[in-house]
């Protein structure tokens, strides 16, 4: 690798080059994307996430993150959402992928995010930097006409509209918190009021629960759907399903937990889409203490964690969970205690059983008995995300 290469912001005058750089990655944008497209990008830009690796002045790598926030066991995390990450193609294969990405860390690091994630076109790179998958994004395909009919018509639902912006977000979080959910993103009001505006779009409320879902081709697809009640459940699927005479199949961005499995006459078709994204851990201690347990979850363990991509993270540590909280303190631990890598502790963190950890080489040291105590302390329903980013 050059030693002219350097990791660098973008800025602005530099942004029609990062464009090329996207087109011989992920194709030629429509004209139409383009101005959208420069307008996140000067965000990112004035708020330090928009990063890449120039040689000399000529940029030839770049990738950006977004300020997200993610649910773990119904409490919010701050995440930094990788995206866009992308190498000129006479550059690849040289260490300049990872020489940007390291860089992401760090800067991630240095702005106070304990998680980051992202959507692997290629797990290779990103696995060298300490990810590994955390959950995945499913979209489910059922008929139509079993919607329909699963009822619930004493339920009154309306149809909603930029204004329930406040209460759709107070309902998705009521959810999360008590089904104590890990994985969806959490939007800003903002961006759910618009969400709701948008006319392809159909919007319906009910007192505990909504469905915002749209035309894809001749399918129906929810992009959201939250019940606090079976009857309310039963009531929004089936207001979707009400339109089996033209659209035969109704997709859905649901969790692989959602109680509609359980209550559809025939299961989802089997053309399941299911995309995984990847974790990783940037402040342990923080990423420990933001998260949620199960309110009986308890256990007082030491681990030993290695990670040379964030040194913080490295050392000897006492895991303590107990009513819902857990804390992460440095020790000096002695004896043969469990040992994680960066992977390793993404993959527990979302949910990953030891056994798991241990057959794919991500674990060793520490006891089954050690094993035994911790699993349940992380486990619980499927980590998921909604959106694509
Ligand atoms: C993926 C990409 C960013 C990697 O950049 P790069 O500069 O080639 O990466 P590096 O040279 O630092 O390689 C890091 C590791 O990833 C591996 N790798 C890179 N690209 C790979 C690919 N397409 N398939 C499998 N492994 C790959 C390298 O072999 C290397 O692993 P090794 O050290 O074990 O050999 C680059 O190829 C690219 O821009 N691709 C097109 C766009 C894209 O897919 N972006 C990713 C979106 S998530």
Redesign the pocket.
């Known amino acids: 690798m050059s030693d002219a290469l350097r990791f660098v912001d973008i800025t602005e005058d530099q942004l029609d080059a990062v464009m090329r750089?996207r087109a011989?990655?992920?194709g030629v944008m429509a004209a139409g994307d383009r101005e959208q497209w420069l307008k996140d990008a000067r965000v990112f830009i004035q708020d330090g996430r928009y990063v890449g690796v120039a040689d000399g002045d000529e940029v030839v790598?770049a990738?950006r993150f977004w300020d997200f926030e993610q649910w773990w066991s119904g409490r919010r995390v701050p995440v930094a959402g990788?995206?866009?990450?992308?190498?000129?193609?006479e550059?690849?294969?040289?260490?300049?992928?990872?020489?940007?990405?390291r860089g992401l860390l760090q800067r991630a690091v240095d702005r106070g995010f304990p998680l980051t994630a992202?959507?692997?076109?290629?797990?290779?790179?990103?696995r060298?930097l300490g990810y590994e998958f955390g959950g995945g994004r499913y979209r489910f395909s059922f008929a139509a006409a079993d919607l329909r009919a699963l009822g619930g018509k004493e339920v009154g639902v309306r149809r909603a509209g930029p204004e329930d912006a406040e209460r759709v977000l107070q309902l998705v979080g009521q959810s999360h918190e008590r089904r104590r959910t890990s994985g969806p993103l959490v939007w800003p009001l903002k961006e759910v009021t618009e969400w709701l505006a948008d006319e392809d779009n159909f919007a319906y409320l009910a007192d505990d629960g909504f469905v915002v879902y749209s035309w894809s081709g001749s399918d129906l697809c929810i992009d959201e759907i939250v019940a606090g009640s079976e009857a309310t459940a039963r009531a929004l699927w089936a207001t979707v399903g009400s339109g089996s005479s033209i659209a035969s199949t109704v997709q859905a961005y649901i969790s692989p937990d959602d109680p509609v499995h359980l209550m559809v006459e025939h299961e989802a078709y089997k053309d399941v889409q299911h995309q995984r994204w990847m974790l990783r851990l940037l402040d342990a201690p923080a990423a420990i203490a933001a998260r949620g347990f199960a309110p009986d979850a308890a256990v007082e363990i030491d681990l030993r964690l290695e990670d040379p991509d964030v040194p913080g993270n490295g050392g000897d540590w006492h895991l303590s969970v107990a009513d819902g909280a857990g804390e992460l303190t440095p020790t000096q631990a002695s004896g043969d205690v469990l040992q994680l890598g960066p992977r390793g502790l993404a993959a527990l963190y979302s949910g990953t059983p030891l056994a798991t950890l241990r057959g794919s080489g991500l674990a060793s040291g520490g006891s089954s008995t050690a094993d035994a105590s911790l699993d349940p302390v992380f486990a619980g329903p499927t980590a998921y995300m909604l959106d694509y980013f």
């Open positions: 750089v011989r990655s992920f790598a990738a990788v995206a866009g990450v992308v190498v000129a193609p550059y690849r294969g040289r260490g300049v992928g990872s020489k940007l990405m992202l959507y692997p076109a290629t797990t290779v790179i990103y060298h």
